[in-house]
Nanobody, 129 residues
Framework: QVQLIESGGGSVQFGESLTLSCVAS????????AGWFRQVPDKEKEGIASIGPDSTTSYPDSVQGRFTISRDNTANTMYLQMDNLNLEDTAMYYC???????????????????????RGQGTMVTVSL
């Protein structure tokens, strides 16, 4: 069973960039539909990026063009490059893995709609003016 550990969160200013990392152990990330979701207290979880076993990626409109998900199979690590951050991006960010078939069907929506194979502990991102 895969285990995930995120890192890279922090406090940045409006318009700046940040990269989150997610190191996997126990299994290869490329065997899963992998990605990221975020959550603000008292709000619904929001899927923000997915990468499938074939490296196909998907994003919702809220982050399309600003966020980029990638995976390094050698390092068994996934990344989320976040550019042009705005105040609405402030949230706890989680990396997640789900059964591989879901990426093709649900893409970034996978991680808030299906039982997860694994989820990291979360890393906080705070954007301020």
């Amino acid at each position: 069973q895969v285990q995930l550990i995120e890192s890279g969160g922090g406090s940045v200013q409006f318009g700046e960039s940040l990269t989150l990392s997610c190191v996997a152990s126990g299994d290869d990330l490329e065997n899963y539909c992998a990605g990221w979701f975020r959550q603000v207290p008292d709000k619904e979880k929001e899927g923000i990026a997915s990468i499938g076993p074939d490296s196909t990626t998907s994003y919702p409109d809220s982050v399309q063009g600003r966020f980029t998900i990638s995976r390094d199979n050698t390092a068994n690590t996934m990344y989320l490059q976040m550019d042009n951050l705005n105040l609405e991006d402030t949230a706890m960010y989680y990396c997640a893995a789900a059964p591989r078939e879901f990426c093709a069907v649900m893409g970034w929506g996978t991680f808030t709609n299906v039982p997860l194979s694994a989820r990291g502990q979360g890393t906080m991102v705070t954007v301020s003016l």
